[in-house]
């Protein structure tokens, strides 16, 4: 009782808001809503996929030969006699009735039968990487190409994950025609926009998932690296009086408690341990905050059950009544090391 009176620090009940540890319920949630992209359906065409198209003018034995084609970046398909004709966003039958309606309007001819078929669709090759259950190269329909589709192809993220991804944008290669000598050239421009400045280097965009609401476009293209980060281990420190002291790890998603630290620590080393210290270090405070508690009043009073901070140090404290008790026991251990060594003789 003496011993408690002069104990230092404040009580946990009685703790200012801005010394209470926040809490972790909700800190798995990430917003992985925030950074979709709106995409479309795979039935419908996009540039890129691979088309094959049969055109027929109607004329009696002619001879019906399929034709592939693919979509260009401006989503249009170029169409042999036709030209191009714009077919993005579009299923198979609504393209086949815009084919047949230009190729009627431009006069080349008066009742065609069209049939289209996607043969291939349009993928990119993302790299996931980190803390995710499949790290690999994975292939991400183009058209529905953004930072959750990734994460899904690679299993989602696994327990180690952090909130935090990085995505490293490759240079797209683009073909441009120099004005003046008909020649085309290939070269690397950013984001794959013609026109753009060249790009020796890839783009890094970091994004935070726990608060992603101004993030910007996550849409990914062919051979980006996304790169989940894994989480900083948040650790708390239990000495004295346990069974099993040392560091433990918090879990991600609930809070940690006095009590919990004890058990984790593999309980109390003496029946009668009572006092406890809590160290915490508060941002912008010089010196750590002394927290006084009492298992005692911890297991009465749910205010008292100190929710811990990651970095806390709790120390169960020897005190009069624990050092009586330990005395005893050690007079008990070695009373009863000499009666059995006396029965041996």
Avoid: W
């Avoid at 996929?49 to 004329?59: Q, V, Y």
């Avoid at 003496?270 to 010089?286: K, M």
């Amino acid at each position: 009782m003496l011993a408690g009176c002069g104990a230092p620090g404040v009580r946990p009940s009685r703790l200012p808001p801005n010394l209470l540890a926040p809490s972790r319920t909700n800190r798995s949630q990430l917003n992985l809503a925030s950074v979709a992209t709106p995409g479309i359906a795979d039935s419908q065409i996009a540039a890129g996929d691979l088309l094959e198209i049969t055109l027929a003018s109607g004329r009696e034995g002619e001879g019906l030969k399929p034709t592939l084609a693919r979509v260009a970046d401006d989503g249009a398909v170029d169409v042999p006699l036709v030209g191009a004709v714009q077919v993005a966003g579009l299923e198979a039958t609504a393209a086949e009735l815009e084919i047949t309606r230009a190729s009627v309007e431009r006069g080349i001819f008066r009742r065609p039968h069209v049939a289209v078929e996607i043969k291939t669709k349009a993928v990119n090759r993302i790299t996931v990487l980190g803390a995710v259950g499949e790290p690999g190269v994975h292939e991400v329909s183009r058209a529905n190409s953004n930072l959750v589709a990734a994460l899904a192809s690679a299993g989602g993220l696994n327990d180690d994950a952090g909130t935090v991804v990085e995505i490293v944008r490759q240079p797209q290669l683009t073909a441009q025609v120099p004005a003046g000598d008909g020649v085309q050239q290939a070269s690397y421009r950013a984001g794959g926009q013609p026109g753009g400045s060249l790009v020796a280097s890839p783009q890094t965009q970091r994004i935070d998932l726990a608060n992603a609401s101004a993030a910007p476009s996550c849409t990914l293209g062919d051979r980006d690296v996304v790169v989940v980060k894994p989480r900083d281990k948040e650790m708390i420190y239990v000495a004295g009086l346990v069974k099993k002291p040392g560091q433990f790890e918090m879990p991600v998603d609930r809070d940690v408690r006095l009590l919990d630290a004890i058990a984790m620590a593999g309980g109390l080393d003496s029946p009668v341990a009572d006092r406890v210290l809590v160290v915490r270090n508060v941002p912008g405070r010089p010196e750590p905050m002394p927290i006084r508690c009492s298992v005692a009043a911890a297991k009465r009073v749910g205010s008292e059950n100190l929710v811990l901070a990651p970095g806390d140090a709790v120390s169960i404290e020897q005190t009069p009544a624990t050092a009586v008790v330990d005395t005893f026991r050690q007079l008990f251990r070695m009373s009863f090391g000499i009666a059995r060594t006396s029965t041996l003789f």
